[in-house]
């Protein structure tokens, strides 16, 4: 059964902490994506990468970076965790047509303290 | 640019009634469509597509038909189980590269009451 694996399903940090979210998949996808999950907010793209090193802002990418050293994994980065980045993180993937769909990891439910 | 609307919650329904929730969307082209669902707790789950006009995605007694005349995708059930309580999501993709995004909806919970 093909995966896309979070490392973590809960974490707690503290302000001002730098934390890593790590994100595999092992399908052997281009395109994989971070996402943030807020109550009334829906679904906010962070980042999304289409190629190994390869990375594009989202639309709420302001205290986030990534990193894409190798095809099956995606880390995203907050530099310096904050109260309001406490939410749940959804990493996806996806091949490279357009007919096929998003793969998504369980998430991440991220407190920052 | 391109957008989902998708009918507000919560809905709530008893057992073994009929499930309709609305999406619409805007698109330039021909997107595919999905459905999402997400179990308390967990991540996204692909339900059904639909990748052309007038296709019919289905999976797990739910439907989908993808009206391009109306830009219509609208998921339905006849007969809803207390297991299908979750979180629906409509979603779109119409990009041209390889890194096209998939737009979401804004989700619509479903409840339902033995």
């Known amino acids: 059964d093909v995966k896309v694996t979070q490392s973590s399903r809960y974490l707690v940090k503290r302000t001002g902490e730098k934390v890593f979210l790590e994100c595999v998949q092992d399908?052997?996808?281009?395109?994989m994506f971070w996402y943030r999950q807020d109550p009334g907010l829906g679904l906010r793209l962070i980042y999304f990468?289409?190629?190994?090193?390869?990375?594009e802002k989202g639309d709420i990418p302001e205290g986030y970076s990534v990193s894409r050293e190798k095809k099956e994994r995606f880390s995203l980065i907050l530099e310096s965790a904050s109260t309001n980045q406490t939410s749940m993180y959804l990493c996806?993937?996806?091949?490279?047509?357009?007919?096929?769909?998003?793969?998504f990891g369980s998430g991440t439910r991220l407190t920052v303290v | 640019g391109n957008s989902v609307t998708q009918m507000e919650g919560p809905v709530t329904l008893s057992e073994e009634a009929f499930l309709t929730i609305n999406c619409t969307y805007t698109?330039?082209?021909?997107?595919?469509l999905f459905w999402y669902v997400q179990y308390p707790g967990e991540g996204l789950q692909l339900l059904l597509k639909?990748?052309?006009?007038?296709d019919k995605g289905s999976n797990k007694g739910f439907e989908a038909t993808y009206r391009k005349e109306t830009t219509s995708f609208h998921l339905e059930k006849g007969s809803v189980q207390v297991s299908d309580s979750a979180v629906y999501f409509c979603?779109?993709?119409?990009?041209?590269?390889?890194?096209?995004?998939?737009?979401f909806g804004s989700g619509t919970r479903l409840s339902i009451r033995p």
């Open positions: 996806a993937s996806r091949p490279g047509q357009d007919s096929y769909g998003y793969t």
């Open positions: 399908m052997d996808h281009e395109n």
């Open positions: 990468s289409y190629d190994v090193k390869m990375k």
């Open positions: 698109a330039t082209g021909y997107p595919s």
């Open positions: 639909a990748t052309k006009a007038d």
């Open positions: 979603a779109l993709s119409s990009g041209y590269s390889s890194a096209s995004k998939i737009i």
